[in-house]
């Protein structure tokens, strides 16, 4: 049997697909190990085994440890990783990209480069999460305003559905008690969303930090991603949780999140969203598939295969 340092790379033929994992997985107060391609999860009641490859993001609470080698296989299965704390979610480090070919992120980067490109990127993001409303001809500061209206409409709505009363939202960076249970419950769902995101955008090979709709941040395209959902699935959530009760709400959150993204195959939907977003119509079937190839750029949009040297073949 290889040693752990004599493994390979897997291939993405080796790895399970990211629309097919668990969207995250929350661990607290325990120590995280590697045993083969497996992580171990040791606490005072014992130690789970918890397949690396079905991993999505793997939420790390208060209290825990994780080994070199763990970090590893997480890496090598594409799975990303997050540092939480019961305070709110901050996400600070992910695995390698499920996907070896640059096809989403060569289209990501053409269509953010291009000022009209990105508005028409823009205006697609908000047709998703508002689909009966045609944003064709708003600029920026119109979107801005139309989805604002938008998300009062939402958090009025879940108010009445749920009885929860709402005095809007207010959220104090770094202090998730500063909030009532609703905010609460709206910050926590929001910041599990946008470690799911990250997750996806991370596998996919895609660019974090070019967004379309946020700018200026390394998290602006996973901040885009997660918009995508906020007002049909994160905040509903939230306000379903705080009609329960204002205890756990961060824990009984992300457990109620989890199980709607689970059960609506919210990764799955969110993959094909950002190939359609991204790439050219037509192609989002073929775009992701290959093995690991690399080519040599040259003039004309011809590739070139790489590693051969092209000495002879030029002429001086």
């Known amino acids: 049997m290889a040693t752990v340092a004599q493994r390979r790379a897997s291939s993405p033929r080796d790895l399970t697909r990211v629309a097919e994992r668990i969207s995250f997985m929350y661990l607290e107060r325990c120590t995280i190990h590697r045993d083969a391609n497996a992580i171990t999860a ?115 709505e879940q108010a009445e559905r749920t009885g929860v009363p709402w005095r809007g939202r207010h959220y104090v960076p770094g202090d998730f008690t500063a909030g009532d249970a609703p905010n609460q419950a709206v910050t926590a769902a929001a910041q599990c969303m946008y470690g799911v995101s990250h997750a996806v955008v991370a596998a996919l090979g895609c660019a974090t930090g070019l967004g379309f709709v946020h700018s200026g941040h390394e998290l602006s395209f996973v901040l885009d991603v997660a918009d995508l959902y906020k007002t049909e699935i994160g905040i509903p959530v939230a306000f379903d949780v705080a009609a329960e009760g204002d205890q756990d709400i961060g824990s009984r ?64």
């Open 42 to 156: 040791e606490d005072a009641d014992g130690t789970t085994h918890i397949p690396s490859a079905s991993i999505g993001t793997l939420l790390l609470g208060p209290g825990t440890r994780i080994t070199h080698q763990a970090m590893s296989v997480l890496a090598d299965s594409g799975a990303a990783v997050a540092w939480v704390g019961e305070q709110g979610v901050r996400y600070y480090a992910g695995g390698r990209s499920l996907n070896r070919s640059s096809a989403l992120v060569e289209a990501q980067a053409t269509r953010w480069a291009n000022r009209r490109t990105r508005l028409d990127v823009a205006r697609a993001m908000y047709q998703l999460r508002f689909p009966d409303e045609d944003p064709s001809g708003l600029n920026r500061q119109e979107l801005l305003g139309h989805e604002g209206r938008r998300l009062r409409e939402c958090y009025r």
């Open 253 to 316: 959150t992300r457990r109620a999140l989890r199980d709607r993204i689970n059960k609506t195959r919210l990764l799955d939907r969110c993959v094909d969203d950002i190939k359609m977003l991204l790439l050219p119509s037509g192609t989002q079937s073929t775009a992701l598939e290959g093995d690991d190839v690399v080519t040599l750029q040259t003039d004309r949009g011809l590739a070139l295969p790489a590693g051969r040297n092209y000495a002879d073949e030029v002429t001086w």
